[in-house]
Each structure stands twice: as structure tokens, then as C-alpha cells.
């Protein structure tokens, strides 16, 4: 199996194992900032990978932790991978999390959605018009950046080793309009299309339900085959996400997860629900 690889995923497995070692270490940001001579938001935003780090910076973080050796080299190595640019880096105008870079190496995904078609299974005609209402004030030109970078994504699904998605999408989706009923016939069935792959599933929460375990909102699960990197979860708000990383956090929405499959409808009953919506259409 191929292992798809990420510097946004680089540079959080670093910081997570930086951050081990200076507890390890019995020491506190701010006592490391000292020895360093830099700030504490420094050493906590490369803890949280939320800013690039240096192999220099890495080789004086170890050495105040008192690892030496093949094992510090391996880590200022990841420093030095982790340095390299992901292909969205170029789209940097209009992508200003960490999102795209975690999806990238993610060997499954698990999303519930309120809303809209998630990303990976929108059309190029469903995202741009979701893209529009979303962003009154965008120019055409960020719009069509912002479609490029969705449409590029889905590549994930088609790769010689592909991302296994599962979504659990909200009845509710599918009587919004996005675009008018041509652009939503073309889009649910590309849904149905796309369901027929082995690694994509798709379920459909009815309004039937009623109350659930997600009542919160949107969500989505980044699962990592390499035990390095821990799940990541994603939840949507008003600021654009906040990502979850602690046990409890991960285990309470894998919980809402199975939840909601057990509570949607089955996969062949979502897809034969999404085709007669086409009908309807």
C-alpha cells in the first residue's frame, strides 16, 4: 500500500512528538522558550503544528530535551520533509486552514453533513454555485481558485490507493436547491455514480428520525493509517472549523458517528432514495 504524505501531517506528528519529549522532559513551554531564547507562542504553535519549524530549531529543541543521535537526526529529517510545499500550497490566497493539507494523507474520512454535498463528491457546477451564495463579496477569479482546489481534491477517491469515504448526508440536503433543479439533477446523480465505487459510502439521514446524536452540526472524521498520527476530527462553525486531536474529543465523535449509520438509512436504500429524488426533480 502506498502512504500518501502530507508537510501540514509532517509538521503535526513532529510538533505532537516534540511536545512528548519535553514532557518526557519535565519541562514547560515557558522554560524551553527561555533556554531557546524565543517566545512561548514559538514553541506552542510548532507543538501544535500550526507553524512551520526549521531543521535548526528542531536539532535545539532536542538537544535541550537530551536526545541525540540517529533518533534526533530522524526528526530534523522530518523538519526538512515537512519544510516541502503541498500542491494547495499554491492556492494560498483562498485556503487559510489546515484542512486541505490533513485530508491529503488521510486514509479514511467519516462526515456527517447538514448542509451541502460534502467537497469530495460535489460537482464542478454544485461547488461553484455553493461557492457563490457563500461569498457574496468573492471575485469571479477567487471563485474559480476555490473550484479548482475542490475539483483537485477528488483525486483522493480515484488514486491507486484511495480514500475511503463514508458520509452520512441530512435529508435535509437534498431539497436545498443549490443552483436550480438542473444543477442538483446533475449532482445527485453524480452521487448515485459515485456511490457505486467500493471505497465511497453513502448513507442518507431522513427527517423521520427526528432528534439525534448530531443535532450539533457538521463533522468530519480524518482517520491516518500510520499510529504517528492520531485522528483528527473537524467540526464545522460560523469562523470556518475547529479541529479536535484529544482522546476524549476523538472517541465521543467516533461514538456520533456509528450513531448516526446505525440511525441512517442503509446504503442501497440511500442511493434508491437519491435516485427517486432525481425523479422528483
Not at 506528528?13 to 519541562?27: I, P
Amino acid at each position: 500500500m502506498s502512504v500518501r504524505r502530507s508537510p501540514t501531517v509532517g509538521r503535526r506528528r513532529l510538533g505532537l512528538e516534540l511536545r512528548r519529549l519535553r514532557e518526557a522532559s519535565g519541562l514547560t513551554i515557558e522554560m524551553v522558550a527561555d533556554r531557546l531564547e524565543c517566545s512561548s507562542s514559538k514553541i506552542s504553535r510548532i507543538e501544535t503544528g500550526h507553524t512551520g519549524v526549521t531543521p535548526r530549531d528542531v536539532r535545539d529543541m532536542l538537544a535541550v530535551y537530551g536526545l541525540r543521535g540517529p533518533a534526533a537526526d530522524e526528526l530534523v529529517q522530518v523538519a526538512r520533509d515537512a519544510r516541502q510545499k503541498g500542491w494547495w500550497h499554491l492556492y494560498g490566497t483562498v485556503l487559510t486552514g489546515a484542512y486541505v493539507g490533513l485530508e491529503a494523507a488521510a486514509s479514511s474520512i467519516r462526515s456527517y453533513e447538514v448542509q451541502v454535498i460534502p467537497g469530495l463528491l460535489q460537482t464542478e457546477t454544485y461547488a461553484r454555485n455553493m461557492l457563490q451564495a457563500g461569498g457574496p463579496g468573492r471575485s469571479e477569479t477567487e471563485v474559480d481558485r476555490r473550484v479548482h482546489v475542490r475539483m483537485a481534491r477528488q483525486s483522493l477517491l480515484v488514486q491507486d490507493d484511495p480514500l475511503d469515504l463514508w458520509v452520512v448526508l441530512d435529508e435535509t440536503i437534498f431539497y436545498r436547491l443549490v443552483g436550480g433543479s438542473a444543477v442538483m439533477r446533475e449532482q445527485l446523480n453524480h452521487l448515485v455514480r459515485s456511490s457505486a465505487r467500493p471505497n465511497v459510502t453513502i448513507q442518507v439521514l431522513p427527517f423521520s428520525a427526528g432528534a439525534h446524536v448530531a443535532m450539533e452540526g457538521s463533522f468530519t472524521i480524518l482517520g491516518y493509517d500510520e499510529p504517528a498520527d492520531p485522528d483528527v476530527v473537524f467540526a464545522e462553525n460560523a469562523a470556518g472549523g475547529l479541529f479536535l486531536e484529544k482522546d476524549e474529543e476523538l472517541q465521543r465523535y467516533h461514538y456520533i458517528f456509528d450513531h448516526l449509520r446505525a440511525t441512517a438509512m442503509p446504503p442501497e436504500e440511500s442511493v434508491a432514495f437519491i435516485a427517486a429524488r432525481v425523479k422528483e426533480l
